[in-house]
């Protein structure tokens, strides 16, 4: 979570946001506004993955794999709250949790 707000707040202070922005409507938002919200969810799990795969005695890989499906459902969650493209929901969902979170399985066995 450490690592998910500090990359949205680095996003907001690196892209500029629009006057009439509405943080409770991503539907109007900038395709440039979304780089960091993503950014944060995959780096966010694959940081948490790797974390708890490395720190772990046993069960990596499902450790791993279970920081991926918390942080989905936390994306699930989010597509309720907060309204967006279809674009932006799709790539979240598929791209951001479950891969990484093996991704970072990876990572830790290498390390």
């Known amino acids: 979570m450490i690592v998910n707000m500090g990359l949205i707040i ?9 006057e009439d922005f509405d ?3 991503a539907i109007n938002w900038e395709s440039t506004n979304f780089i960091f919200p993503f950014l944060a969810h995959a780096i966010g799990t694959l940081v948490g993955a790797f974390l708890t795969a490395k ?3 046993s069960y990596h890989l499902p450790l791993a794999i279970s920081i ?3 942080f989905l459902i936390g994306g699930i969650t989010m ?3 907060l309204p967006a493209p279809v674009w932006f929901i799709c790539t979240d969902l598929i791209a951001a949790y479950i891969p990484m979170g093996y991704i970072g399985w990876i990572i830790s066995k290498k390390v």
């Open 55 to 57: 720190i772990a005695n």
């Open 10 to 18: 680095l996003g907001s202070s690196l892209i500029p946001i629009p």
């Open 79 to 81: 597509v309720y709250i």
């Open 23 to 25: 943080p409770m409507n």
């Open 68 to 70: 991926g499906v918390f």
